[in-house]
T-cell receptor, first 115, second 115 residues
Framework: AQTVTQSQPEMSVQEAETVTLSCTYDTSESNYYLFWYKQPPSRQMILVIRQEAYKQQNATENRFSVNFQKAAKSFSLKISDSQLGDTAMYFCAFMKPPTGNQFYFGTGTSLTVIP | KAGVTQTPRYLIKTRGQQVTLSCSPISGHRSVSWYQQTPGQGLQFLFEYFSETQRNKGNFPGRFSGRQFSNSRSEMNVSTLELGDSALYLC??????????????FGAGTRLSVL
C-alpha cells in the first residue's frame, strides 16, 4: 500500500515571504502522479499543482512550485510571495494509474499567512 | 460550468440511523469518488464509481455503500450509524480516465454529526 507523510502539522509565514511544505511518500511503483491540494476554511479542496513521476522537470504554477526528488521519494511544495489567501490546509496526494481515481492523502499541513 | 455539488451541507443523525448523501458531478465527468475526512485519520478513500460501476474500493466496512446513476450523479449510504462516522464527507468528480491522472474536482462536502 502507498503511504504519504506530511511531517509539519502547522506552519506560518509572513506575507510576501517564501515557505516550503514537506511531503514524503512510500511506494514500489515507478509510474505514478503526485498532487498538492489546498483546502481553505470554506472546505472546498482545490488542486494546486500536479507532477508526473516520469517527468524530471519540476512542475510550476505561478507562485507555486515543487521540488520532486524521486529517489528520495520527496515532493515538497514551495509557495513564493505568500498571500493572505494562501491560508489553508495543504494536502499532498499520491495516485497510481491505472487504478482509477484512488488517491492516497497525507494528513495535511495547516498554513497560516501572517499579515 | 457548475462545480461539484454535494447535498445536504450538514446532517445530524443519531446512532443506529442510516443516512444518504448526494453528489452531482461536473457535467461530462463520469467518475465520482468519495472520501471521509476526520481530524484523526485525515482523508480516507471510500470508493469510486465510473459508469455506474464501482471501480475502486477503500477499506471501509460494508455499512458504507454507494451507487451511481446513469447521469453520473452518485449517492453514498451509511447504515447503522456509529459515533465514529461523524466526519466531513467529500465527493470528487473527474473525467474518469484510468490511464492518466485525472484532475479531481471536489465538492464542499457534507458535514455529518452522529449523536
Amino acid at each position: 500500500a502507498q503511504t504519504v507523510t506530511q511531517s509539519q502539522p502547522e506552519m506560518s509565514v509572513q506575507e510576501a515571504e517564501t515557505v516550503t511544505l514537506s511531503c514524503t511518500y512510500d511506494t514500489s511503483e515507478s509510474n505514478y502522479y503526485l498532487f498538492w491540494y489546498k483546502q481553505p476554511p470554506s472546505r472546498q479542496m482545490i488542486l494546486v499543482i500536479r507532477q508526473e513521476a516520469y517527468k524530471q522537470q519540476n512542475a510550476t504554477e505561478n507562485r507555486f512550485s515543487v521540488n520532486f526528488q524521486k529517489a528520495a521519494k520527496s515532493f515538497s511544495l514551495k509557495i513564493s510571495d505568500s498571500q493572505l489567501g494562501d491560508t489553508a490546509m495543504y494536502f499532498c496526494a499520491f495516485m497510481k494509474p491505472p487504478t482509477g481515481n484512488q488517491f492516497y492523502f497525507g494528513t495535511g499541513t495547516s498554513l497560516t499567512v501572517i499579515p | 460550468k457548475a462545480g461539484v455539488t454535494q447535498t445536504p451541507r450538514y446532517l445530524i443523525k443519531t446512532r443506529g440511523q442510516q443516512v444518504t448523501l448526494s453528489c452531482s458531478p461536473i457535467s461530462g465527468h463520469r467518475s465520482v469518488s468519495w472520501y471521509q475526512q476526520t481530524p484523526g485519520q485525515g482523508l480516507q478513500f471510500l470508493f469510486e464509481y465510473f459508469s455506474e460501476t464501482q471501480r475502486n474500493k477503500g477499506n471501509f466496512p460494508g455499512r458504507f455503500s454507494g451507487r451511481q446513476f446513469s447521469n453520473s450523479r452518485s449517492e453514498m449510504n451509511v447504515s447503522t450509524l456509529e459515533l465514529g462516522d461523524s466526519a466531513l464527507y467529500l465527493c470528487a468528480s473527474s473525467l474518469g480516465s484510468a490511464r492518466d491522472a485525472d484532475i479531481q474536482y471536489f465538492g464542499a462536502g457534507t458535514r455529518l454529526s452522529v449523536l
